[in-house]
């Protein structure tokens, strides 16, 4: 099989079950990139961050550069950035017009409720899966800095904006 079928297919199950953004789906896209040997740990931390930094989600981002990673062309980063993207597209393009019409349902509402404590353990998954040695080679500084930006957030009600910045400047001072 080639490796632009193999893409297709793992990145029709990351976007088919990706619930809950692209945080949400770092674990799967891990488990479909990082396990078949297409890229190394580091290279999917790297990836993550650079993800990050770049406009737009970050599912489709890594997407685009896993791509490319793997098979050395731009025809890769389109094939895998559509193919992420098309479940969801054909799922809200069906579900809005379900939902619209069955909105008032109880049935509906609580399928959004049992959905919120499984995307919030997905998020949780990303979280666990992204504190590694590449990440945080001191966790004690890390945990220092990720509690303070916390209690910063919720007791002071600083702007995101603001602790992004501090945490930084604390990360630069505290390991570089």
Avoid at 55 to 65: D, E, Q, V
Avoid at 113 to 127: D, E, F, Q, T
């Amino acid at each position: 099989m080639s490796v632009y079928l193999k893409l297709i297919w793992a990145y029709l199950k990351i976007g088919l079950f990706g619930f809950g953004g692209g945080y949400a789906m770092l674990a799967l896209i891990e488990r479909e990139v990082v396990n078949p040997g297409w890229i190394t740990e580091q290279m999917f931390t790297d990836i993550v961050a650079i993800s990050q930094m770049t406009p737009g989600p970050i599912g489709i981002n890594s997407a685009t550069y896993i791509g490319y990673v793997v098979t050395g062309s731009v025809w890769g980063s389109v094939v895998t950035t559509l193919t992420v993207m098309l479940p969801s597209f054909l799922l809200v393009l069906y579900a809005s017009h379900f939902i619209h019409r069955h909105k008032d349902s109880e049935v509906i509402k609580g399928i959004f409720a049992g959905l919120r404590p499984v995307v919030i353990g997905l998020i949780a998954s990303a979280a666990l899966l992204l504190m590694n040695r590449q990440n945080f080679p001191d966790n004690t500084f890390s945990i220092l800095i990720c509690a303070v930006s916390f209690l910063l957030v919720y007791f002071t009600k600083m702007h995101p904006i603001w602790i992004i910045c501090l945490a930084g400047l604390g990360g630069f001072l505290i390991y570089y």
